[in-house]
Structure formats: structure tokens, C-alpha cells
């Protein structure tokens, strides 16, 4: 086999071990997918995917992108560039509760690597695949940057730093969305004991979309 060929079905083995790991996320969640599983899936023993990535992290940061290249698509579907920041930045914000709610295992991904400090991934992720995750990571949040800098040039925004504000925006919304997985939120009864309230994803929806304006509109010192 020449080595074009070698490179060419190596690269459709990592598809499948990907297409496979996507799957079952979508259908267990991250923490019920095992490795063994994944390579069950594929027609493989599992030692196979460990030559195709280095770790669990670094397939469960490749899996991640193919969430996040629909993510951005979702974006540049629903978003309308013509519409004024206010709105648009509402629509990014709603689009993104939309995906998450109707993709879970979007935000546990997200959320698992998430949990992990930046040198801890640099260790355990190669450096191709971490900058093809903060490549995609950058193309969803550059619709935030766009609008958020749009707005504060137009003097609808009051942001000094959109690519800060961008991220914490988008950590916020993976928050917003366990709380929309778990349906409930807690409040403290009278009596002083917490007492659980159902919460509905429109309310929470329109919570994030209503926060989002907020720390556009208000003041953001830069970090010091």
C-alpha cells in the first residue's frame, strides 16, 4: 500500500472512532461513554484509537469540535449581520441556549474539559488538536466579539475587552445550561430549609439573553 494510501485509511479510521464517539455521547451522555465502547462501535480493540489519540481528553477535545462546527453554523443560520447589536446579540445568545438544550452531551463535553486548568490539557491533549479546539472555540465566539465591539463603536455596548466578556459569556451559557438540564433551581423556604422550583427552559432562556445585555450595556473595566 503506497503511503498515501496508509495516510488515507488511517484518516478514515479516525472518522469512524470520532463519528463513534459523537454518537454515543449523543445517546449517554460523556460519562456513560467508555473507551471500550467507542472501539466496540468501530469494529476495534481499543488500543488502536490510544494510536490515533493520545488520551481520552484529546478525543473527547476532537469530539468537542464537531459540536462546536455546528454550533458556529447555528450561528451564522439564525444570526442576521443587518440587525442592530441589541438584537443580534440576543439572537447569538438564544441560538446558543437552543443548541445546548437540544444537544446535552454538547455542554458535558464542553463542561468535562472545561474542569481541567489550561496546563493540565496542554499535557494531556497534543498541540494539533488543542489549537484546531481553540480554532473553533474562536469562530463561535467571533460572532460575540463582532457584535459586542459593533455595539460599543455604535455606543450601544459599553465593552472594553469583547474577547474577555465573549468567554465569559459563553461559560456562563454552559451554566445556564446544566441549570436547563436539571429543571430545578433552589431557594430557601421560610422555615429556613431550601425548597427545590421546577424552572422552565424559556424562562431560563430569556434570564441568559436578558444577562447578556446587561453586561454589554453596563460597565467593563479591564482586568487589572
Known amino acids: 500500500m503506497t503511503r498515501m494510501g496508509v495516510d488515507e485509511r488511517r484518516a478514515a479510521r479516525r472518522r469512524e472512532i470520532i463519528a463513534a464517539t459523537r454518537a454515543l455521547f449523543d445517546e449517554r451522555g460523556v460519562r456513560d461513554a467508555q473507551i471500550e465502547d467507542i472501539a466496540r462501535a468501530v469494529g476495534i480493540n481499543r488500543a488502536i484509537i490510544y494510536r ?23 450561528f451564522a443560520a439564525g444570526v442576521d449581520p443587518s440587525d442592530p447589536p441589541r438584537r443580534r446579540l440576543a439572537s447569538i445568545v438564544a441560538a446558543f441556549f437552543d443548541y445546548g438544550v437540544a444537544h446535552p452531551a454538547f455542554v458535558d463535553c464542553a463542561q468535562t474539559l472545561l474542569r481541567r486548568r489550561g496546563t493540565e490539557l496542554q499535557q494531556e491533549v497534543g498541540d494539533a488538536v488543542l489549537i484546531e479546539l481553540g480554532t473553533a472555540i474562536s469562530a463561535c465566539l467571533a460572532h460575540l466579539v463582532t457584535t459586542l465591539t459593533e455595539g460599543t463603536d455604535a455606543g450601544d455596548f459599553r465593552v472594553t475587552d469583547p474577547s474577555l466578556v465573549a468567554n465569559v459569556l459563553y461559560a456562563q451559557g454552559l451554566g445556564a445550561l446544566n441549570l436547563a ?26 434570564l441568559l439573553v436578558h444577562g447578556a445585555l446587561a453586561m454589554a450595556t453596563g460597565s467593563s473595566p479591564r482586568p487589572a
Open 52 to 74: 490515533h489519540f493520545s488520551s481520552k481528553e484529546e478525543l473527547f477535545a476532537v469530539t468537542l469540535v464537531e459540536y462546536l462546527h455546528e454550533l458556529e453554523a447555528a
Open 181 to 206: 438540564h436539571l429543571q430545578w433551581s433552589i431557594r430557601e423556604h421560610n422555615t429556613g430549609m431550601p425548597v427545590v422550583d421546577d424552572v422552565a427552559s424559556d424562562t431560563l432562556r430569556t
